[in-house]
């Protein structure tokens, strides 16, 4: 059983806006850095489309419907800090539900709190992300979300680069992730629109194949 899943009547629409807006960008002669020292020829900065409102509206809207399609019985939304807080508060508002924040590490000062709102316990949870890649600190604050006590029931995101390790990752924590888009779907709509030509498209689609040694 696959532990990812894409919501397919989305995932051309958003990665076109996501292009559009320079949310996605993408240079293979110029690969960005990533945190981990990886080179990649793709940089995806989702908090972009909160600066425009249709598309924000369009994005909060698809993560409500694919939370509602997907986890029906979710009684709580939570933002995995920081770019999934906004999305999730937006998100937690339009289903008229709770709705609390994961922090990276425990606040240094005044409560200390790792999770920031009020639910009741075993309260059945749905977090929101912005991006996943290989799903790890994500699933980190599933796995505090669980050690404080909620019913962790799945994840929502709005892209994914489509890594192996991922849907190991999530496969491993028995927690299913449903994304309006990702990579593939991204390419296609990259193609189409003339972001790449057909040389670039090979050079970039090679890179997820094995994106920590990828030149």
Not at 204 to 212: F, G, I, M, Y
Request: aromatic share 8%; charged share 20%; with cysteine.
């Amino acid at each position: 059983m696959n532990h990812i899943k894409i919501q397919e009547d989305t995932a051309g629409p958003i990665a076109s806006r996501l292009l559009e807006i320079g949310a996605i960008k993408l240079n293979y002669k110029q690969p960005f850095t990533w945190s981990s020292g990886w080179k990649s020829p793709i940089y995806c900065d989702n908090r972009l489309a909160l600066s425009y409102p249709l598309i924000r509206a369009y994005i909060k809207e698809n993560l409500a419907r694919t939370i509602k399609l997907n986890f029906p019985q979710v009684e709580c939304i939570a933002g995995v800090a920081t770019a999934g807080i906004p999305q999730g508060a937006l998100v937690a508002d339009l289903l008229g539900l709770p709705f609390v924040y994961v922090r990276p590490k425990p606040k240094e000062h005044g409560m200390g709190n790792l999770i920031e709102g009020k639910v009741e316990k075993n309260a059945k949870v749905v977090l929101v992300e912005d991006l996943i890649s290989t799903g790890g600190s994500s699933l980190k604050a599933a796995q505090a979300m669980k050690e404080a006590g909620f019913k962790v029931i799945g994840m929502v995101a709005i892209f994914t680069y489509g890594f192996e390790t991922a849907e190991k990752n999530f496969s491993d924590a028995n927690i299913p992730l449903v994304c309006l888009s990702d990579f593939a779907h991204m390419l296609t709509q990259a193609a189409e629109q003339k972001y790449l030509d057909e040389k670039e498209l090979i050079h970039v689609k090679s890179w997820r194949l094995d994106p920590a040694n990828w030149k």
